[in-house]
């Protein structure tokens, strides 16, 4: 049996999101767990691998975005001896979520926001471990280090197992779906989705991945991705061209609706040609799942592209 378990939280849809389990000697560990309806899931892959919820010795989150650490607080009241492995910028939030949920029913609504995710639960300070950037963390059998990489969020960092030679990525290392592995080339693209967006930062987490050592990625979004040289490449293509297209919403007027619309059709611009290149063609319902990549990333880069002429202007 692998060491390391791949779990389909089945967000929205199959293959979008993951948890990942690590088999760690006598202990066991989850990284990210998605939202509180995939707890059944993860237990049932941790039982799967011939462990308790009493092995559990750390739940670590990448960052504290929902659909990676949603369901900390219900998977941590399952696992007793377990501990959660957080950001510094991340744990006041895991401990108090009463910001993060609020935020988000802002977004979604509060009927929305309860069928996505169901009641966030706090966790204990005392159950919380920070580490520091670059620290190493003993887990069972495998040393677990921890890189800070901002450039999604303020809050994230990737772990790298020095065992497998592995690194989890969250969100730091692109999205690779499935669905874009099934063409001539395989893809995996930035995610931008955040307000947090930072190309120069996005770049630097790139190069401390590409640095790292590892053979292998596993991104939330989703499962491995076996070249981290092709997969730097690809992000570092993509992430200039929509450094430009962030660069062209600050210079311009566009508010709005308008400058989501904007950013939206330079999404679909690079994805249709991306696409085409590598021969990837979609099934309607994996283009669902691409459309809802490329309309969170344009919300989120038009929002982040309109504050940063904002406070320009402010200072200039």
Known sequence: MTDIVTIDCHYVLPQVAAAYLIRAGQS????DNNTNHAVPSLLAALTTAGYKPEDVTHIIITHVHLDHAGATGLLLSKCPNAVVVAHPRAAPHVINPTRLVESAKAVYGAEA??????EILPVPEARVYIPADGETLQVGDRELKFIYTRGHANHHFVILDQKSKSIFTGDSFGIAY???QHGSRP???PSTSP???DAGEARISYDKVLASGAERAYPTHFGAWNDIAAGYKM???????IENLFNEIKGSDLEG???YKFTFSGFRR????ELAVRGIQLSAEEQTVLDMDIDLNAQGLAFAAQRARKKSKATG
């Open 28 to 31: 066991a560990c989850f990284i």
């Open 257 to 259: 609706d308008a400058a």
């Open 178 to 180: 499935p669905l874009l």
């Open 187 to 189: 893809f995996l693209f």
């Open 235 to 241: 992000l570092m293509v993509a992430m200039d061209e």
């Open 270 to 273: 690079f994805f249709d040609r």
């Open 113 to 118: 926001f309860t069928k996505l995710y169901g």
């Open 195 to 197: 307000t947090d967006f």
